[in-house]
């Protein structure tokens, strides 16, 4: 009897510690958009690279490029990177640029979905953070090229928007401006 007491005690002791380490571990990585551009950035270095698609349209270059440029001037080579030369997404803090029908690396921090377009719509684009293990990712995607475009832009432009949550809806045109919904 008083050797079930003790197991159960030691049980008991197991599942608290498990559970103050597993709330006091997402409270020290408490994803935010409105704390961005940081973890991406590290004073005023680079923490980062951009991954875009090996066979996506130039506007997703193009938006990696906008982003890159808005993280800090000038940025070296090998900033901006194609998905066949990453190896391992987890390795470092990465932003995502095209969704997972043109980027291997927005496939896999999205569980490999079975239809590479399931989270879009038409005429909106994604902008979410992602846990990447000791890391962060950033997927920064649309339905279409002019949507992951527009997107890139608002990023790119960050210090004129409130930016919060996870994850942000994005809509609009470059020229009218932007609609920006935080997804709960």
């Known amino acids: ?4 007491k003790g197991i159960k005690n030691i049980i008991f002791f197991c599942i608290a510690v498990l559970v103050i ?14 704390d961005y551009p940081k973890p991406f950035i590290k004073g005023e270095v680079l923490n980062s690279i951009i991954i875009v698609g090996e066979n996506a349209k130039t506007g997703d ?3 990696a490029i906008d982003i890159a440029t808005s993280l800090g001037p000038p940025f070296e ?11 391992n997404i987890k390795e470092q ?3 995502i640029v095209g969704g997972p029908c043109v980027n291997t690396a927005a496939a896999e921090i999205m569980g490999w979905p079975l239809k590479c377009d399931q989270d879009f719509e038409p005429g909106k684009a994604k902008i979410k953070l992602f846990d990447n293990g000791n890391n962060v990712a950033l997927l920064v995607a649309g339905y279409a090229v002019d949507d992951t475009t527009i997107a890139c832009r608002l990023l ?9 949550g996870n994850e942000i809806e994005v809509a609009g045109t470059i020229l009218d401006g932007f609609i920006i919904e935080t997804i709960e």
Not at 21 to 34: E, I, M, R
Not at 77 to 87: A, P
């Open 1 to 4: 009897m008083v050797i079930r």
């Open 21 to 34: 380490f597993t709330v006091s571990a997402l409270a020290t990585k408490n994803l935010d958009l409105a």
């Open 61 to 63: 270059m193009i938006g």
């Open 77 to 87: 080579s090998g900033v901006i990177v194609l998905d066949t030369q990453i190896d």
């Open 93 to 95: 803090n990465i932003i």
């Open 156 to 164: 790119a432009n960050y210090e004129d928007y409130d930016l919060s």
